[in-house]
DNA sequence: GTCTATATCGGGATAGAC
DNA sequence: GTCTATCCCGATATAGAC
């Protein structure tokens, strides 16, 4: 759905961008060399240069692939004919198992938009992600009674929040508050999916 | 309060601090060069080494500044005898306040508690934070029968993530959403303290 | 305390052999 | 397509003059 053109990639030019996606997104822009990324490949440097170009073409590259994986994708829950506190669930669910097995995008992400924020449009424009389509479907829903009164910009920006900040921040918290337990932090993550779905439902019933 | 003999700071490690904090906080580690930060500074590069012997050591200073704007410090509210929904209240508005001052350090902690999470347990030592006040006084509010039976790790955790993520994200919701007016966005974030509170309050009330 | 000069290393990138 | 060799630059860090 989001590929193009993938089939006749050499598969050198697929390890190098496997090998880039893991590094880069691990260390970000700046934390990351051409050579690390080029021995996790298992590869001579100068074979990014023949496939890449360079490294900021190579990073853009991962960046569009990162940026797929961070904002969500929701269109076909939004406009399907669900009620609106079934589509919210769904969208909760699907979108924080997608983070807990991408579990490095966030902070990645949100590192990139503040160190580069002015390559968001042309990247935006790679993934065809169009935002209006959640507000507007939530203003639908308000007009059929179904809703209460909220601002959906607040409350798409709350959605986002719960699911997105407990992963980037998991270092922090689950050391603090979960004696850095592995396994405790995804059970703790996995109760979130229902909490979160509550929390919001409550906020928006009548 | 979090100070500790900066009275006989000479003047030049005084600025060249502050021109780290500058640097470091909107850049990262890997981001920043020690040359960067000597003309912030308006200063020799060789007197960062002077003064504090190496980068590793100079940002290890930055960090620490910056993770007590970033942990909350809401020992004085919660051990007051206000209502549970006022200590919310102000907790809240203080935070938020403290984050749009200091709008670069949620992206910058988050960033580097990924880069370098073993870091965490020095630091804390330095900064005297103490997590777990925050749960027991939950606790005891509970007891009181003022709050809903809610596992206060999930309310921790819900406080955060309303109030960082949409500083740290900034960049990327003020374009999408806000035609990237920065007037606009601030009084986004303005309108979210009463937002983030009621939401937060409704979500235990009994 | 502050500067200049320099040491040493690793970075991205390119040319050219095979 | 893949490798070796190399260029050039900027990075951290240190030595030593003033």
Redesign the pocket.
């Known amino acids: 759905m989001v590929k193009k053109s993938e089939g006749d990639l ?3 030019e697929n390890r190098i961008l496997d090998a880039a996606k893991k590094v880069f997104i691990a260390k970000g822009f700046n934390g ?5 990324i080029a021995t996790e490949a298992g ?5 990014l ?2 496939y890449f ?4 073409k190579l990073f853009t590259a991962v960046f569009v692939y990162a940026f797929q994986h961070f904002v969500p994708q929701i269109q076909e829950i939004l406009i399907s004919d669900a009620s609106v506190s079934l589509k919210i669930e769904r969208i909760i669910n699907e979108y924080m198992d997608m983070l807990m097995q991408n579990e490095f995008i966030p902070s990645f992400i949100l590192h990139e938009i503040n160190r580069d924020p002015d390559r968001l449009y042309e990247i935006m424009l790679h993934t065809g992600i169009n935002p209006s389509i959640f507000l507007d479907q939530f203003t639908i829903e308000r007009t059929k009674g179904n809703m209460r009164q909220v601002d959906p910009r607040h409350l798409l920006v709350n959605i986002l929040s719960l699911c997105i900040f407990p992963i980037a921040a998991r270092p922090l918290i689950q050391r603090v508050f979960f004696s850095n337990d592995n396994l405790a932090y995804n059970n703790f993550l996995r109760e979130r999916k229902s909490v979160v779905t509550k929390f919001i439902i409550q906020s928006i019933q009548v």
Do not use: V
């Open positions: 050499s598969s050198t990351t060399s051409m050579q690390q590869i001579h440097k100068s074979l240069h023949y170009r360079s490294k900021d």
